[in-house]
């Protein structure tokens, strides 16, 4: 059975909207189309990457032994992946650098498309199938050999945050710390990481019928130089302007970085000037970064964004965090 591109929707899991494009591909997004407006005209960086296919997943349970559908690769920043998960367990790995010479990396010869089959064994399961977190991946002519029936969620999750939050770093899309965590915590939802970021109240606009259950911040690494925090004060003012002061929000402030020792002192100062703002909410609750990956290179892809042992780490001990916390 095929399914229709609105059919395909119940089972999307991480978009805010959908558009159906002319070929009939279908292309999720996780921001609102005043939000990637206004990235459009700050910065070309941004706007690639609000676009991207970040944390977007399918999610249901199933007898069906096989599943495939046509995809259209439109943007890509690093090469990661395409991943299955069957009863918790990833049992497939497709990377994008296999289907994309890499002379080609950078799309300058036009979006590449292909048809991904993935086989699973038989017996009811539940399955998740994760697209690469750092590209713009659509879909079209999904198709299954078996009904299926949507995941069950827990609350919906707004997640802010940059590059780490994005999922640059391990190459993999379902090994992101966001993705780590969330396979244990089965939170809905929707990642607005973009790689490059800062504490910027103007992207904090409506998101129309979008109401969260909570909200994650994890950013600051992109500008703990900053010789005030105004930008981090303003957007706390803005987020609770937003939001309201009862939805709880966690801050994670930023990991340790070794990519720059002279500035350590310099980010450290940085990080408690962030919990102290966020401090001053009662709806806000506080995860220090620095006490989440291990301050080893090996932990890391650059000495800046986690590879997969960091983002492992890091998720896991983020869950214990927000379990900690009653978060």
């Not at 292309?27 to 960086?45: C, I, P, R, S, V």
């Not at 991946?137 to 997640?159: C, G, I, S």
Request: charged letters at 25%; glycine letters at 8%.
């Amino acid at each position: 059975m095929t399914l229709t591109n609105e059919e395909l929707k119940e089972y999307y899991f991480g978009a805010y909207s959908f558009e159906e494009t002319e070929d009939g591909y279908l292309q999720a997004f996780q921001h609102t189309k005043e939000q990637m407006e206004y990235f459009k005209g700050a910065m070309d960086f941004w706007y690639e990457r609000c676009t991207a296919s970040t944390a977007k997943t399918f999610e249901f349970t199933t007898e069906a032994t096989k599943i495939s559908f046509d995809y259209k690769i439109i943007w890509t920043g690093s090469l990661d992946s395409f991943e299955l998960s069957v009863d918790g367990l990833i049992t497939k790995i497709v990377y994008m650098k296999d289907l994309i010479p890499q002379d080609e990396a950078d799309l300058k010869n036009g979006p590449k498309e292909g048809r991904l089959t993935w086989e699973m064994p038989a017996g009811k399961k539940s399955v998740v199938l994760y697209l690469p977190a750092d590209a713009t991946v659509l879909v079209r002519n999904f198709e299954t050999d078996a009904p299926l029936v949507k995941a069950k969620k827990n609350q919906k999750v707004l997640w802010l945050g940059d590059s780490i939050t994005q999922g640059f770093g391990p190459l993999r899309s379902a090994q992101t710390y966001v993705s780590v965590a969330n396979r244990i915590l089965n939170y809905d939802i929707i990642n607005q990481g973009i790689g490059g970021y800062v504490y910027d109240k103007k992207s904090l606009l409506p998101m129309h019928g979008y109401e969260p259950d909570k909200i994650i911040i994890a950013l600051g690494t992109n500008q703990y130089g900053s010789e005030t925090m105004q930008d981090v004060e303003e957007y706390y003012e803005r987020l609770v302007e937003l939001y309201g002061k009862k939805i709880p929000v966690l801050c994670i402030s930023p990991l340790w970085r070794g990519d720059n020792v002279d500035g350590i002192p310099t980010l450290e100062r940085f990080c408690e000037n962030v919990k102290k703002i966020a401090s001053k909410y009662p709806n806000v609750k506080i995860v220090d970064g620095f006490k989440l990956v291990p301050h080893l290179s090996e932990y890391y892809l650059d000495n800046l964004h986690p590879n997969c042992l960091g983002t492992e780490t890091y998720g896991r001990n983020l869950v214990e965090a927000i379990r900690e916390l009653g978060f």
